[in-house]
């Protein structure tokens, strides 16, 4: 048998060994539950999910708390609670797969066209919008994009408010004459 270098260190590892005793279930929960959830993430790869199985397992050993006879293992019985949980869990976890003649796809709205046709028509719009000079291409966006007032525009620009509306008005020329905004026409 040896004796401890240092009696202090060895006081110190002595209650990692204790085994404690709960009068009753709040009180183990109250005292375990960090560990045991750390125990349920590692078994999950989302946190609610670790919750849930936490939250699941002790409600088994809850369900069982006047049979266990030692609760000095009720730690092991609450992990093994949660490893057979998760293995059910995964288990269950299946997705139905049905064959069909027909894809299933969303009936169109009235009023929308093509989601696709409508990105086409976006991405032209902005190609449009970069070739204007950029006095007018920065009046532009903060006009129809960031929905400001002509006043408001002016205001963040440091010009008159006919400025902005002579400005605008060029470009929305411009972008009227733009060829590859002609097609969508």
């Given at each position: 048998?040896?004796?401890?270098?240092?009696?202090?260190a060895?006081?110190?590892?002595a209650?990692?060994?204790?085994?404690?005793s709960?009068?009753?279930?709040?009180?183990?929960?109250?005292?375990?539950q960090p560990?045991?959830?750390?125990?349920?993430?590692s078994?999950?790869a989302?946190?609610?999910?670790?919750?849930?199985?936490l939250?699941?397992?002790?409600?088994?050993?809850?369900?069982?708390?006047?049979?266990?006879?030692?609760?000095r293992?009720?730690?092991?019985?609450v992990?093994?609670?949660?490893?057979?949980?998760?293995?059910s869990?995964?288990?269950?976890?299946?997705?139905?797969?049905?064959?069909?003649?027909?894809l299933?796809?969303?009936?169109?709205?009235?009023?929308?066209?093509?989601?696709?046709?409508?990105?086409a028509?976006?991405d032209a719009?902005?190609?449009?919008?970069?070739?204007?000079?950029?006095?007018q291409?920065?009046?532009?966006v903060?006009?129809?994009?960031?929905?400001?007032?002509?006043?408001?525009?002016?205001?963040v620009l440091?010009?008159?408010?006919?400025?902005v509306?002579?400005?605008?008005?060029r470009?929305?020329?411009?972008l009227?004459?733009?060829?590859?905004?002609?097609?969508?026409?």
């Open positions: 048998m040896t004796t401890p270098v240092c009696t202090s060895s006081a110190a590892a209650p990692a060994r204790q085994t404690y709960y009068p009753s279930f709040a009180s183990y929960v109250r005292a375990r560990v045991l959830l750390r125990t349920a993430r078994l999950t989302n946190p609610s999910d670790a919750e849930d199985l939250q699941t397992a002790l409600t088994k050993t809850y369900v069982a708390w006047e049979r266990i006879e030692d609760h293992a009720l730690d092991g019985y992990r093994r609670a949660l490893l057979n949980t998760r293995t869990q995964w288990r269950k976890r299946r997705v139905d797969e049905f064959v069909c003649d027909e299933p796809e969303p009936e169109p709205v009235p009023g929308e066209g093509d989601p696709a046709e409508r990105q028509l976006h719009m902005w190609r449009a919008i970069a070739r204007l000079p950029a006095r291409r920065a009046m532009v903060l006009r129809y994009y960031e929905d400001l007032s002509e006043a408001q525009t002016a205001e440091g010009v008159s408010v006919g400025t509306k002579s400005a605008v008005s470009a929305l020329g411009k009227r004459e733009d060829p590859e905004l002609g097609l969508v026409r």
